[in-house]
């Protein structure tokens, strides 16, 4: 009797542990609710599900690094950016970046269409004083853009000394 006391109160404990794993990704909406931003903007969807706000607050502080975008590269499914380095430091930056939408004034992430996806793992050198073209194609990631207002957010990384960076965002906003 007591080995079957002991199996159900190991149970119950192996149960509880279970259930307290579960996804609750969105715990704090209300059942049959979905996480919806509404725009009111004009030339911009009124109801997007899934978006989640920036998570970039701080971006262009790199003092003398700017990122713009080249003349006449801008469509719904890339742009071109242009670099400078300005600064005193060497840079680096790859091929990940981020796409985000305004939307009644505040900065979201745009969903990307797959489940599973990967960048290069490169590492582009800019020197100071040196400028840097990087052709982006987000078709494959973002699919083709709605019209509205973006941005485009990259980090890049600038050398301190010997193994050491320090890691900035760069963004350059642009319409559709």
């Excluded at 059942?31 to 509404?38: C, I, K, M």
């Excluded at 109801?47 to 003398?64: I, L, M, Q, R, S």
């Excluded at 006449?72 to 939408?101: A, D, H, M, P, R």
Aim: negative net charge; glycine residues 10%; aromatic residues 14%.
């Amino acid at each position: 009797m007591k080995k079957y006391l002991h199996l159900f109160v190991c149970m119950a404990i192996s149960l509880a542990l279970l259930v307290g794993c579960g996804n609750n990704s969105n715990s704090n909406l209300a059942e049959g609710t979905e996480d919806v931003v509404t725009g009111t903007d004009s030339n911009q969807s009124t109801e997007t599900t899934d978006w989640e706000p920036t998570t970039y607050e701080t971006v262009n502080n790199f003092d003398g690094v700017i990122m713009t975008i080249k003349e006449g590269t801008t469509s719904s499914t890339g742009l071109t950016v242009l670099i400078e380095n300005n600064s005193s430091s060497q840079c680096i930056y790859g091929e990940y970046f981020w796409l985000e939408k305004k939307i009644n004034g505040s900065w979201y992430q745009v969903p990307v269409v797959i489940d599973d996806y990967g960048f290069h793992d490169i590492g582009y050198d800019l020197a100071s004083g040196d400028d840097g073209e990087w052709a982006v194609d987000w078709e494959w990631l973002y699919g083709s853009l709605d019209t509205g207002e973006y941005r485009i957010v990259k980090d890049i990384q600038g050398f301190r000394g010997s193994g050491e960076y320090d890691t900035y965002y760069l963004a350059v906003e642009f319409k559709i």
